[in-house]
């Protein structure tokens, strides 16, 4: 028996080669998965993003205004709208539909013509230093830059110029990376161990052979669907305390939202995740299969997100499957509440696409959800 | 029309079942009456499974049309699952809990009104309450079947629809659960069972025999031996087996099987037979017509399908 017989060996391989062609959706998966992460990744990931979405607060008129917007488009990273009022400015980067405020305070044209150097105040949102370090250290070039385009009296003493840029980090003011990383790893690492839990919830049944049992009795698809997601929504919450606890004692992470309205919407994403998991069980044929899947949209839903790489980095369709991706908002909402102190009105923007996912993976797993055996 | 208790409990005609190319079931028509122990009997792949699948609603048949208890078998597939109860092939409960939470888990399904006194109740009636506690998974396969038929009655069916019940079941659980089963039968209760055993065969009151999807033979067990005008020589003494092979090629001879130390031959020409039976002299054997069992018409049947394919 210890001898390695290659007659068996050789027939366990064929058996195993068989079973792999015969089931043409593991084969699939296990050559589209690396083809599409490569092209997914390749193209999607930039970790120095540009056109970012900045907002113009000005005091008062300036005449120098076309000049510094001009000059800080130029660099490539702003993407720069007028501001009507200071509340917009404040709604839009606690959402964060704004990265940037450029304020130019009052009497500025003043200032520079006098020669004392102003000072333009930018508000940038640091919850990812990654996302706002280059277009930040592109500032420094700029004041000078600006200088030739001043009228003829100011441009000869370049001892001190024109004016100043002052950044003002929000939110995480020493740029502390991990702020960052944390509220993105609850999420994903949320992502990660909710989604397997449910992935086999049918499958298995089917492989046990108490499918046939529980279909031969009265139960409704939704039923079924439902009593299995539910229980893993408490073991969820579990692990958002242990990641909590952990990230508050070892990272020192603070808490300036609402604690509870964390708890709720996070309870939300983890229905997310395992209503995902089900429509898996349900589409997939095999165990096997199902862990594919699995597999299949864990990295990219991470790497989409914004977790690992700045999102408004990613080209325009990229960013577009990642709005769909509930980790996307999960982040957003949780980095929101966590360094930013948001409320239920800045987090609604994000909260409604989550729910609008668990409706349509819901749906299509109870499409899905074969009430016979045929 | 389900108040009138002459009406068939199940009665479908022409059902067919593909599965690709193959036709599993091929026009099957069968009425089973209140009351009636109707027994399944094919070879592995007549279509027996796949025949209860669609009767349960579990299957979509392709054909044909149906009904049990008055309610369309494909419209009203719902309807009916609540009045069937279907012990599957294959132990179908979850064996990582106790017999009492799975049956508890089918009478909140049924959504019984009294669900937990109508569980120990039935354990009491089945004799499982000593085994209340234990994970089904750690059961003797006995004990499971006894759970699965268990959690099978506990909504009251009106129909049993029971698939090889007793495969692999040592012969003193089989005759209990037939007990069980003949005074529930008793009671009222329809059942469609099937299986490869002799001795239940004969403990039903109406057997099926399936072939290639068909139904070859039906009627009660003493009309099928009468019908199918069989004559059975039984021979004892030594060399059977040989006998046995030698037989088998002999002229007239259909079937030739040992049972233990008894060798059966049998045909439907007698003459031939006795002719045959001469022709065997010389040997150690003494040879006597003795009344064909049950087992010998179905084995004649099963060596007909494989002679004329």
Known sequence: MKRFSFRRF?????????????????????????????????????????DLPAGLLMAQPSKYERTIVAALRNTGYYKIKTLSSEAEAETGIAQGSLLFVINIPPDFDRLVDRGESPSILIDADGTDPVTIGSATSALSGLTNALNRD?????????????????????????????????????????????????TLAITRERERGTMENLLGMPVRPIE???????????????????????STFLFQLPVQGSLLLLLLVLGLYIASNLALGITYSTIAANQMQAQQMAQFTMLPFMILSGFMFPFQGMPFWARCIGEAVPTTHAMRIVRGILLKGNGLAEIFPDIWPIALFICVTVFVAVRFYRETLD | MSGNGQDPVIDVRGLRKNFGERNVVDGLTLQVAKGEICGFLGANGSGKTTTIRMLCGL???????????????????????RQVGYMTQKFSFYEDLTVFENLDLVASIYEMPHGRAAVYAIMERMGLTDRAGQLAGQLSGGWKQRLALTACVLHQPRLLLLDEPTAGVDAKARREFWDLIHDMADEGLTVLVSTHYMDEAERCKRIVYLEGGRIVVQGTPDEVVSNAGLITFAASG???????????????????????????IAGQDRVLLEATIRGDAGQDLSWREVEPRLEDVFIHLLSEKSTSR
């Open chain 2, 59 to 81: 299957l979509t048949p392709d054909g044909g049309s149906g009904t049990c208890f008055g309610r369309d078998i494909i419209r009203e597939a719902a309807l009916i699952r």
């Open chain 1, 224 to 246: 079924v669907m439902l009593a299995k997601i539910s229980p893993y929504i408490a073991i969820g919450y579990l692990q958002v305390l242990i990641i909590l606890g952990v």
């Open chain 1, 150 to 198: 001043l009228p003829p009296i100011r441009q000869a003493p370049a001892a001190n110029p024109a004016f100043n840029f002052i950044i003002h980090a929000r939110y995480n003011p020493e740029q502390i990376t991990a702020l960052n990383v944390v509220p993105g790893l609850i999420c994903t690492v949320l992502m990660m161990s909710t989604m397997i839990l449910t």
């Open chain 1, 10 to 50: 050789w027939a366990l391989l064929r058996k195993e080669w068989l079973q792999v062609k015969r089931d043409p959706m593991t084969l699939r998966l296990i050559i589209a998965m690396p083809v599409m992460q490569l092209l997914l990744f390749g193209y999607a990931i930039n970790t120095n993003p540009k």
């Open chain 2, 238 to 264: 030594t060399g059977i087996d040989e006998a046995a092979r030698r037989m088998r090629r002999a002229p007239g001879v259909e079937s030739s099987t040992v049972f233990g130390h008894l060798l059966h």
